[in-house]
């Protein structure tokens, strides 16, 4: 596996020390290559024994073998004049995309769509910003003929999570996974019956432990820009993708073309 995807899909699960190497490997991970292990703990505020361990917890044999790895993985950049902002955000795109690329698992797709078809009800839960992402692929959902409802008040989705059933799946949109009022909804679901899906960036987090089906997307806060950060990039992008595995099906394509006859979106 990737190391840098490793490093993300942990972070949880990482000390405090750790997570200081995970921030700075994730950040600076073209400089790894040529580091040494000293440098890389001198850097970080920590120890060579940190290091190593660290290197372990996400399955590399060696500090040596992590950065071979690391350099393999990385995106080759673009050229770039000095303050080429086209190029900069370019370059950001392509790396959560190539990343929550690598992150996204073809059977998790296939069981996705195969829960998504047997349910009666489909209730799509975010706050803030993973609100909007949630909204969209709500609506995307409710094109293609499904039951869809989004919400991203918590007293709402509480109460619709309250009255559910085993015929209602739960799709939650957090990329922390640590929300409390999409945590705290989705356990009402789960006493409920209903089936949970989440799209979250770690592995271990309490949206990912109610889970039944759980899709890991890169999180764009470890991409080392200030000028700017989309952190719905890479959950909108998954949605892109499901929805077109979707539409390879007559029925949902037909019914997402006549809710665009219906809205003059010719």
Same mark, same amino acid.
């Given at each position: 596996?990737?190391?840098?995807?490793?490093i993300?899909?942990?972070y949880?699960?990482?000390?405090?020390n750790?997570?200081s190497?995970?921030?700075?490997?994730?950040q600076?991970?073209?400089k790894?290559?040529?580091?040494?292990?000293t440098?890389?703990?001198h850097?970080?505020?920590t120890?060579?024994?940190?290091?190593?361990?660290?290197?372990?917890?996400i399955?590399?044999?060696?500090?040596s073998?992590?950065?071979?790895?690391?350099?393999?993985?990385?995106?080759?950049?673009?050229?770039?004049?000095?303050?080429?902002?086209?190029?900069?955000v370019?370059s950001?795109?392509?790396?959560?995309?190539?990343?929550t690329?690598?992150?996204?698992?073809?059977? #998790? !797709?296939?069981?996705?769509? @195969?829960?998504?078809k047997? &349910?009666?009800h489909? =209730?799509?839960?975010?706050? /803030?910003?993973?609100?909007?992402?949630?909204?969209a692929?709500?609506?995307?959902?409710m094109?293609m003929?499904?039951?869809?409802?989004?919400?991203?008040?918590?007293n709402?989705?509480?109460m619709?999570?309250?009255?559910?059933?085993?015929?209602?799946?739960?799709?939650?949109?957090?990329?922390?996974?640590?929300?409390? #009022? !999409?945590v705290?909804?989705l @356990?009402?679901?789960k006493? &409920?019956?209903?089936? =949970?899906?989440?799209?979250? /960036?770690?592995?271990?987090?309490?949206?990912?432990?109610?889970?039944?089906?759980?899709?890991?997307?890169?999180?764009?806060?470890?991409?080392?820009?200030?000028?700017?950060?989309?952190?719905?990039?890479?959950?909108?992008?998954?949605i892109?993708?499901?929805t077109s595995?979707l539409?390879?099906?007559?029925k949902?394509?037909d019914?997402?073309?006549?809710?665009?006859?219906?809205?003059?979106?010719?």
């Amino acid at each position: 596996m990737n190391p840098l995807v490793a490093i993300q899909k942990n972070y949880l699960r990482f000390s405090k020390n750790e997570r200081s190497i995970a921030n700075y490997i994730l950040q600076n991970s073209p400089k790894i290559n040529n580091m040494k292990i000293t440098e890389l703990a001198h850097n970080t505020k920590t120890s060579c024994a940190t290091v190593t361990r660290f290197v372990k917890k996400i399955g590399c044999p060696s500090y040596s073998d992590m950065k071979v790895d690391i350099s393999q993985h990385l995106i080759k950049n673009i050229s770039r004049q000095e303050n080429d902002i086209l190029s900069e955000v370019f370059s950001f795109y392509q790396t959560v995309i190539k990343n929550t690329q690598q992150m996204i698992d073809q059977n #998790s !797709i296939k069981q996705f769509i @195969k829960l998504l078809k047997s &349910q009666e009800h489909i =209730i799509l839960i975010g706050s /803030s910003n993973s609100g909007v992402s949630a909204e969209a692929f709500g609506l995307r959902l409710m094109r293609m003929g499904f039951d869809a409802q989004s919400f991203i008040d918590p007293n709402w989705m509480k109460m619709r999570a309250s009255i559910s059933t085993d015929n209602d799946l739960f799709l939650a949109i957090s990329n922390s996974g640590t929300t409390k #009022s !999409i945590v705290d909804t989705l @356990k009402i679901a789960k006493k &409920q019956s209903a089936r =949970i899906v989440s799209i979250t /960036s770690y592995l271990d987090n309490p949206v990912a432990q109610i889970s039944d089906l759980i899709f890991h997307v890169y999180n764009p806060r470890f991409t080392d820009n200030e000028k700017f950060i989309n952190s719905q990039f890479s959950n909108m992008y998954l949605i892109d993708i499901l929805t077109s595995c979707l539409q390879e099906e007559d029925k949902f394509k037909d019914s997402m073309q006549k809710t665009r006859i219906a809205v003059g979106d010719k």
